[in-house]
Nanobody
Framework: VQLQASGGGLVQAGGSLRLSCVVS????????MSWFRQVPGKDPEFVAG????????TYADSAKGRFTVSKVSAENTLYLQMDSLRPEDTAVYYC????????????????WGQGTLVTVSS
């Protein structure tokens, strides 16, 4: 399984971006896919996740009400719609996959994309 993230860029505070993560290979319905983000000097932080089989989602508190994680199974693509962006959302965003439900620990994910940089200016 290979993951390819894209969609990052520079946006002003209050703006929106949509990240995409295309999966090469088979994603089983028992898998979960999540978005993490990382700023320099810190560990990756869980943002949002989705169960591939039934679409059930989970969010970090920082993302609730502003970000929406979704998927298009037929296209093997994961999305993260980010609205009302803040400067503190600036980070490299990664998509990741694991067998089971989405969890917040980065160590529990087997597959990672290469990351896409999101910069939010004030």
């Amino acid at each position: 399984v290979q993951l390819q993230a894209s969609g990052g860029g520079l946006v002003q505070a209050g703006g929106s971006l949509r990240l995409s993560c295309v999966v090469s290979g088979r994603i089983f319905t028992s898998y979960a896919m999540s978005w993490f983000r990382q700023v320099p000097g810190k560990d990756p932080e869980f943002v949002a996740g989705i169960r591939w089989g039934d679409g059930r989602t989970t969010y970090a508190d920082s993302a609730k009400g502003r970000f929406t994680v979704s998927k298009v199974s037929a296209e093997n693509t994961l999305y993260l719609q980010m609205d009302s962006l803040r400067p503190e959302d600036t980070a490299v965003y990664y998509c990741a996959a694991r067998s089971g439900s989405p969890v917040r620990s980065r160590n529990d994910y087997n597959y990672w994309g290469q990351g896409t940089l999101v910069t939010v200016s004030s």
